[in-house]
């Protein structure tokens, strides 16, 4: 008893240091955007939202990859471990990929002089959004907590394929989407480079401090429920 509450605290300790790394981190990438990184000379203070845009999109599709990665080692082990954490990431993930969608439609207001367009880019990521919001449905649904993680895997591991879909839309298909790495070179002056560092660092920070506190959470309502079995028989 006394080495689980030791166990306990010291895992309280990583989460405290995560948070603080998080919100220190996240201050400076702030600072970053709008007292660091110069003015854009074409859009103006508007194009500041892709440091928000970029950074949201990058833990989503990484968010997701841990769940395509997690579903690929649960249905080798079949360890519960494994099915808590692709749930937990497929969570953040998508709240970061809505982040994504409706940063990228704040931007595309002035730029395209619409909230939306169904090109290939913006297609796919609607199509993605609706695939991990119906993957958190599925979640609950089948009543053997067995079957419904092996549904799951194997259906985080299936819509994974969008995430390279959207990386290489703008490549493979004609796009009005901005294409920032190109063959030319980035199409960002260096202080701007630095500034999307800054908040990718952040979002990544962020998204680490959520997948815990989501982990915890889950093995929480793991030893609830044995509680309560325990107590039942």
Known sequence: MAETSVALRRRDGLGLVLGLLSIVSFLGALWMVFGYAPREATMGDVQRIFYFHVASAWVGFFGFFVTFVAGIVY?????????????????????????????????????????????????????????????????????????????????????????????????????????????????????????LFASLAAFTLVYATLLRQRIRLANARDRLELLRLAQES
């Open 75 to 195: 249905l080798t082990r079949a360890d519960r471990r494994w099915d808590i954490v692709a749930h937990a990431s497929a969570q953040v993930g998508l709240a970061f990929i809505t982040m994504t969608v409706l940063t990228g439609m704040l931007w595309a207001k002035p730029a395209w002089g619409v909230y939306w367009t169904w090109e290939p880019r913006l297609t796919i990521s609607a199509v993605q959004w609706l695939l991990y919001v119906a993957y958190a449905m599925l979640r609950g649904s089948v009543m053997s907590p067995e079957r419904e993680a092996r549904f799951a895997a194997v259906y985080g591991i299936v819509a994974f394929v969008t995430v390279p879909l959207s990386w290489f839309a703008i490549r493979w298909w004609r796009t009005i989407h901005p294409q920032i790495v190109s063959s030319e070179g980035m199409a960002i002056t260096p202080r701007m480079l630095y500034t």
